[in-house]
T-cell receptor, first 113, second 116 residues
């Protein structure tokens, strides 16, 4: 089955630690995205990538970093510089033309202890 | 700048009753609009999308949405709600191209509760 997987589903981190969230897709999509979701705020774009080895900052990139070494993988690192990292993180991908929709993974809930 | 507003934070509806979720957008050109649904703790699933053409769009799970340019709206409807429709619903607008991609702007979401 084609789709997007995110791991782990739940992640706990101590303050001051970096943590990496995994996102893998087997849809052969070129574009991938990371969003942060907080209650009552919808989804906010953190980073996005159109092709391998290239990515752009979204609206709330501070305190986050990404890499795109493979087409199917787009990991997100939440660094200790992120002031309020506790949130639900969603990865998405989009293929084909720009008219196509984004497909979303199941999400990772990060909690900072 | 483009934006999406979902005026209703929370809606409660009885099972079998009709449902309408409101979405208003601000955008200068023809918008590309989406409705997504999210079950608790899950990712988002596309219900339907509008790019052009017929202003009444049919989606999955019995949902439909109507695009009204004069009202800058893209409201989602379902004639008869099932308990499984309890979820959070997001309206999204595809933005102008920024850099090398079109981003999505999301509304804050509407939570739907279905009572027996």
């Amino acid at each position: 089955d084609g789709g997007i997987t995110q791991s782990p589903k739940y992640l706990f981190r101590k303050e001051g630690q970096n943590v990496t969230l995994s996102c893998e897709q087997n849809l052969n999509h070129d574009a991938m995205y990371w969003y942060r979701q907080d209650p009552g705020q919808g989804l906010r774009l953190i980073y996005y990538s159109q092709i391998v080895n290239d990515f752009q900052k979204g609206d709330i990139a501070e305190g986050y970093s990404v890499s795109r070494e493979k087409k199917e993988s787009f990991p997100l690192t939440v660094t200790s510089a992120q002031k309020n990292p506790t949130a639900f993180y969603l990865c998405a991908s989009r293929g084909g033309t720009s008219y196509n929709e984004q497909f979303f993974g199941p999400g990772t809930r990060l909690t900072v202890l | 700048a483009q934006s999406v507003t979902q005026p209703d934070i929370h809606i409660t509806v009885s099972e079998g009753a009709s449902l309408e979720l409101r979405c208003n957008y601000s955008y200068g050109a023809t918008p590309y609009l989406f409705w997504y649904v999210q079950s608790p703790g899950q990712g988002l699933q596309l219900l339907l999308k509008y790019f052009s053409g017929d202003t009444l769009v049919q989606g999955i799970k019995g949902f439909e949405a109507e695009f009204k340019r004069s009202q800058s709206s893209f409201n989602l409807r379902k004639p008869s709600v099932h308990w499984s429709d309890a979820a959070e619903y997001f309206c999204a607008l595809r933005s102008d191209k920024e850099g090398n991609d079109y981003k999505l702007s999301f509304g804050a979401g509407t939570t739907v509760t279905v009572r027996a």
